[in-house]
Nanobody, 121 residues
């Protein structure tokens, strides 16, 4: 089995910072894209940041200039540094990755269980 486990969520005041971490584990041959999504109450899940295995990075306009995504391929981890947090950033944040398992010749999309980020005004 392959799984993603997020950590680092919590409650923070507006203007504060949090760092989310996501660790991939299991029988992993390689990881392609890794990213972070979020889902606010009553809204659809949305992609906010993504990084490819080649190092390309994309951000949603809502977080551009405030959030930084990074990855450590050796540790099979992806991070999301969130700065200047706003109440509208309150959501459950999900890690997502395209993972090729050992002995397989295709990639599967894998999701973490989510971690709650709550920003108070």
């Amino acid at each position: 089995q392959v799984q993603l486990v997020e950590s680092g969520g919590g409650l923070v005041q507006a203007g504060g910072s949090l760092r989310l971490s996501c660790a991939a584990s299991g029988s992993i041959f390689s990881i392609n894209d890794m990213g972070w999504y979020r889902q606010a109450p009553g809204k659809q899940r949305e992609l906010i940041a993504k990084t490819t295995s080649g190092g390309s990075i994309n951000y949603d306009d809502s977080v551009k200039g405030r959030f930084i995504i990074s990855r450590d391929n050796a540790k099979k981890m992806v991070y999301l540094q969130m700065n200047s947090l706003k109440p509208e950033d309150t959501a459950v944040y999900y890690c997502n990755a395209d993972i090729r398992r050992t002995g397989r010749n295709y990639y599967l999309e894998v999701w973490g269980q989510g971690t709650l980020v709550a920003v108070s005004s």
